[in-house]
Structures are given as structure tokens and as C-alpha cells.
């Protein structure tokens, strides 16, 4: 339970030095950085319940894997994924707050829609 809690904690750290990639005219600095943080506040919150729960199921199932050696393949595909959830509901919580991706680069970014 302890390296799942060290590895939100650090996910956290990471994402909380990434680019800030979303723009909403006539706002300021300071109205982003309140809606970055009750996003992250509430994505974290529950990518932590999603993530217990996962750990709980891959905890019963977890003598197979060892048995065979696949629980690294596991413990990788289930943090790349936690990783994307995490980046996806914090698209989600900002698009709700009226924030609209960046354009990154010559080719635009598709709306999201998830």
C-alpha cells in the first residue's frame, strides 16, 4: 500500500512541474492556478479511491503473476494507465471550468471529448 501511495505522491509532483497547456481568454494567473488546484484536488481524490480499489483486486491475483514472473508487466501497465486517467480528468475538470487546450505546435489539437 505504501509504494502505491509514494508513486501517486510523486505522479502529483511530476504532473504539478508539466506545462500548463490550457488557455482561457481574459483570464489571469492567479484564476488558473485556482483551477488547476480544485482540479487536482478533485482528480486526485479519485484516481487515489480508483487506485485502491485496484490494488485490492490486483493484491487477490497477485500469486499468478509472481508464479510466472508477469508482475512487473502488471505494476507497468497499471501505472501508465493511472498516469493517463490522471492527465484525461484533469482535461476534463479544466474544459468544465471553461479552460480550451493550447495549440501545440502547426497541427491543432482536437477538442476532447471524453
Not at 490494488?55 to 493517463?84: H, I, V
Not at 484525461?88 to 475538470?93: E, F
Not at 468544465?96 to 477538442?111: D, L, S, T, Y
Request: hydrophobic letters at 35%; charged letters at 25%; glycine letters at 6%.
Amino acid at each position: 500500500m505504501k509504494p502505491a501511495i509514494a508513486l501517486v505522491i510523486a505522479a502529483a509532483a511530476m504532473s504539478a512541474c508539466a506545462p500548463k497547456d490550457f488557455t482561457k481568454d481574459g483570464a489571469t494567473a492567479e484564476q488558473f492556478t485556482r483551477d488547476e488546484s480544485l482540479c487536482r484536488t478533485q482528480v486526485r481524490a479519485q484516481a487515489q479511491q480508483e487506485r485502491n480499489i485496484d490494488d485490492q483486486r490486483r493484491a487477490t491475483f497477485s500469486a499468478e503473476r509472481e508464479r510466472y514472473g508477469q508482475q512487473g508487466l502488471y505494476t507497468d501497465m497499471a501505472n501508465q494507465g493511472y498516469k493517463f486517467n490522471f492527465e484525461r480528468s484533469m482535461a476534463s475538470c479544466m474544459e468544465a471550468r471553461g479552460w480550451a487546450p493550447k495549440q501545440n505546435g502547426p497541427i491543432p489539437m482536437p477538442k476532447l471529448t471524453w
